[in-house]
Structures are given as structure tokens and as C-alpha cells.
């Protein structure tokens, strides 16, 4: 008993922490960012502002491309939720791969959001999500349309463990937790 009280402590103390962590990313200042070109999965042109449709708001995910299952994982899971996200803000996930790839991936995985290509563009490296030494990595990135110009507003990785992916905590409550799992594109 002694083991699931501490527990539950440490549950709670995360929950604060979370909110104290959301507090604070209010309090960032956005950062102006130009309106970068991108490619949507059909091809076609579009600067980040299109991306915004009728919204004021913008959460782009930085996928690493078809090769990566866990990032598939994620936008796995985000198809799930599109309509509550949507609901919101613009949704939409920037992969670094050209845009026929881009299509047939989504065609395939059967995901209902917009994607955009990032290819030939500084856009992904400008974000913080590709370096020469590391490559690219995975996160997001929220935006804010304000008197014509866009700023980014926040931004965090991606990785096992964190909180844009409902399967670290439900795997944590099993016999090994999530450290026994790989994710994969078939199961």
C-alpha cells in the first residue's frame, strides 16, 4: 500500500508540473518567423500562411518521413484525433520527403490530415528540427497569424516517453512498461 500511495504522489506532482510547464510556455514570446514555401502532398506551392486556412492558429507537427515508425505512430494517432484538433486550430504534419512520397504514404496509412513537404526549403532547419550532425528529428511547432505576419508561439521534441502519445503511459502500466516495445508499420 505504502508503494501505490507514493505513487499517486508522484502522479499528482506530475500533473502540477505539467501545468506549471503550460504556464510558462504562455508566457514565451512568439518569434517571427518568414512565410516559408512549402509543397503540399499533391505537388502544388503553398507558403505557411496558407497552411492557417481560416484559422488564426496553426499545430505543425515535423515528421521524419515514411521511414520512421514511430512518427508514424504519431500521426497514427492524430488521425484519430483530426476533428478535435481541427476544431481549434489548423492542423497539418511537414515531412522533409518530396511530395509524391508524401502522397502515397498518406493514401496508404489512410490519414485524413493535410501534410506539406519541406523539401528544398530552410523551413525544417530554421524550426530547430535538422542539424548535420544529428539530422532530422521529430516535434512540433504552434503558430500564430497576427496583422499579416506569422510567429512561432511554442515548440517541443518528440520521443519515447512524452506526452504527444498516448501509448508511453498505457505501456508504463504494464509488466516492463514501455521500454519493452518497439514500435513498428505493421503489427
Known sequence: MKLKKKIK??????MKDKAKLAKLRQRLKPELVKDYPLHLASGKSVLLSDLFGTKKELILIHN???SCPYCTMWADGFNGLIHHLEDRAAFVIETPEAPKT?????KKRGWKFQMVSSQGSSFRKDMGYFDKE?????GVSTFVKKGGKIYRFSDSIFGP????C????????????????????KY
Request: charged share 25%.
Open 134 to 138: 544529428d539530422g532530422y528529428c521529430p
Open 64 to 66: 521524419m518521413g515514411s
Open 102 to 106: 508524401v502522397s502515397a504514404f498518406q
Open 166 to 185: 498516448a501509448v508511453w503511459d498505457l505501456f508504463d502500466l504494464l509488466p516492463g512498461g514501455s521500454s519493452k516495445w518497439e514500435a513498428k508499420f
Open 9 to 14: 504522489k508522484i502522479e499528482a506532482k506530475m
Open 161 to 164: 516517453g512524452d506526452n504527444f
